[in-house]
C-alpha cells in the first residue's frame, strides 16, 4: 500500500510560481555541475519512508489549499554542516495539479492515505477543470464548489 506526504508551499502564490522555482534550481544546478535532481528538505525523516518512495506523492498546500502533487523517487538522510540531521525527499520535477481540498496550516509535514488524496486534475478525464485558470479552481473551491 502506498502512502503520501502533505507539506505547506512556503512562499508559493500558485502552481506556476513553484514549477518556477523547480526550473530556476535545476538550471542552477546544470550551471553548476552537479545533477539537476530536484529535492525538498526537511528537519524529520518519514518512518514510514518504504511505503512513500516509488509509489507515493509529496502534495503540496498552496495559499491553503492542497493544490499539486510530485511523486517522491527517494528519501535521502542527511547530517548538515552543523551536525543537524536532515532529510532530503527526491521529488519528479513534473508537477501535478489536483483538485483543489482547503488545508490548514501546520508545521512539518503529515502523512496522507491514498483515500484522503485529493485526485488529479488530467486534461482527459476532468475535461473544462482542467482547462480552468488557477485562480478561478481557488475561489470555486473556496466556495465550496469545487
Sequence with gaps: ???????????????????????????????QGRPPEQAHITRMVPKR?????GAGSLYWVIRGLIACRQPVLAIRPFVDAEGVGR??????????P???????????W??????????????HAAGDLAAMPEAMRRELASLGLL
Design 1 to 31: 500500500m502506498s502512502l503520501n506526504l502533505l507539506k505547506l508551499c512556503v512562499g508559493c502564490e500558485s502552481i506556476a510560481d513553484l514549477e518556477e522555482w523547480i526550473a530556476a534550481r535545476r538550471a542552477e544546478a546544470m550551471r
Design 110 to 123: 503529515r502523512y496522507l492515505t491514498p483515500a484522503d488524496a485529493p485526485r488529479d486534475i488530467s486534461r
Design 98 to 108: 489536483v483538485e483543489p481540498r482547503p488545508c490548514r496550516p501546520f508545521q512539518g
Design 49 to 53: 519512508g518504504d511505503e512513500i518512495v
Design 87 to 96: 532529510c532530503r525527499l527526491v521529488l519528479d520535477p513534473a508537477v501535478t
